[in-house]
Nanobody
Framework: QVEFVESGGGLAQPGGSLRLSCALSEAFSDYYAIGWFRQAPGKEHEGVSC????????FYGDFVKGRFTISRDNAKNTVDLQMNNLNAEDTGVYHC?????????????????WGQGTLVTVSA
């Protein structure tokens, strides 16, 4: 069974940082890309960032504006998201999932098997 296990969320103050980690049960190379998607209360999932397996090219949502960095840890078989300069709008549950690209944006398509995710709360 394919699983994506997210960790690293928590409470951060505005301007603070968190580092999220997504543990993969399958090889990273088995996927076209792995992405981080977040869901704010009452809203749909939106693409935060994704990394393409064949060349490690990265993509970010416009709202990231240079604050986040996605990376792959080969030794741990994880895809990590370093989030800096957090603001209240970054609050939500963060999930990782297989990702495609639609017009240069990370897209989860019809993926439905979301894990528990990791909650990020940005508040003073």
């Amino acid at each position: 069974q394919v699983e994506f296990v997210e960790s690293g969320g928590g409470l951060a103050q505005p301007g603070g940082s968190l580092r999220l980690s997504c543990a993969l049960s399958e090889a990273f190379s088995d996927y076209y890309a792995i992405g981080w998607f977040r869901q704010a209360p009452g809203k749909e999932h939106e693409g935060v960032s994704c990394i393409r397996s064949r060349d490690l090219v990265t993509f970010y949502g416009d709202f990231v504006k240079g604050r986040f960095t996605i990376s792959r840890d080969n030794a741990k078989n994880t895809v990590d998201l370093q989030m800096n300069n957090l603001n209240a709008e970054d609050t939500g549950v963060y999930h990782c999932a297989p990702s495609g690209l639609v017009s240069g944006s990370c897209d989860y398509g019809d993926f439905e098997e979301w894990g528990q995710g990791t909650l990020v709360t940005v508040s003073a």
